[in-house]
């Protein structure tokens, strides 16, 4: 399994502010209307691909909004990426979010696109961000979904492998699956597929759980309930339940 980069920054101030500006000219930029759907707060390009993501943001739609928080709009670029297969870009003074990349060499694009919802979900949307660095152990919201995660046996099985291993790409690779964020946005998407029980989205999330891989970066059903619980009682909190 090899690591994805889950976010990249622009190369200089410059590009964040021409981008940031590009973005404010174009009057669909900025929410005028707001009910909290994230279909409107992302925008997928007008491709057959981009059909694909936008279905998939109409499936979260109709399980949560943001509730009332005003949010600047974003686009979903495609790209040809070999390596990664999505991306959250985000400024690297503020975390505010910049842009969603997902590549078209990727089947999953819908599985993905909900992964790269879940960064841009903690990174503009849920309280406690701080710039982009949340502190995950005594964050008021995330920390109890990272602890279920954290106490489940698809985490701690990755973590007992991790400590075994000797080989520095293989223990880097473990280190991006286990850091905080990552866990948080796995535990996000199969969140969204499993409430949804969207066939598309449960056929993938069975393929990156499959028992024919030996570590498994997903969850069992039973091994996910507290931590559907845990992402519950905080949407809950924040009043993204309609």
Do not use: C
């Not at 949307?125 to 502190?135: C, E, H, S, T």
């Not at 996000?188 to 949804?196: C, E, G, N, P, T």
């Not at 030996?214 to 905080?234: G, H, K, M, N, Y």
């Amino acid at each position: 399994m090899s690591k994805r980069s889950d976010s990249r920054k622009p190369k200089t101030l410059g590009d964040y502010h021409h981008l940031k500006d590009a973005l404010n000219a174009n009057p669909q930029s900025v929410t005028t209307i707001f009910d909290g759907k994230l279909s409107k707060i992302l925008i997928a390009p007008p491709t057959p691909f981009g059909k694909r993501m936008r279905s998939a943001l109409r499936v979260i739609d109709g399980i949560h909004t943001v509730g009332d928080r005003l949010i600047s709009r974003i686009e979903i670029v495609e790209t040809n990426d070999r390596k990664s297969l999505g991306n959250l870009v985000y400024h690297p003074g503020t975390g505010e979010p910049l842009r969603i990349e997902i590549s078209r060499r990727n089947e999953q694009v819908e599985f993905t696109l909900l992964h790269e919802v879940g960064h841009f979900l903690e990174f503009a949307a849920i309280p406690g961000a701080n710039f982009g660095r949340r502190n995950w152990n005594f964050d008021p919201l995330l920390e109890r979904v990272l602890k279920a995660a954290s106490e489940s046996a698809g985490v701690s099985h990755l973590r007992g492998v991790s400590q075994k291993m000797t080989d520095p790409l293989q223990i880097r690779a473990f280190e991006y699956i286990l850091d905080p964020k990552e866990i948080w946005s796995r535990a996000y998407a199969q969140f969204i597929a499993a409430r949804s029980q969207n066939p598309e989205l449960i056929k993938f999330l069975d393929w990156r759980r499959s028992p024919d891989i030996q570590d498994p970066i997903q969850w069992l059903d039973s091994d996910f309930r507290s931590i559907a619980t845990a992402i519950e009682s905080v949407f809950t909190e924040l009043g993204w339940f309609s």
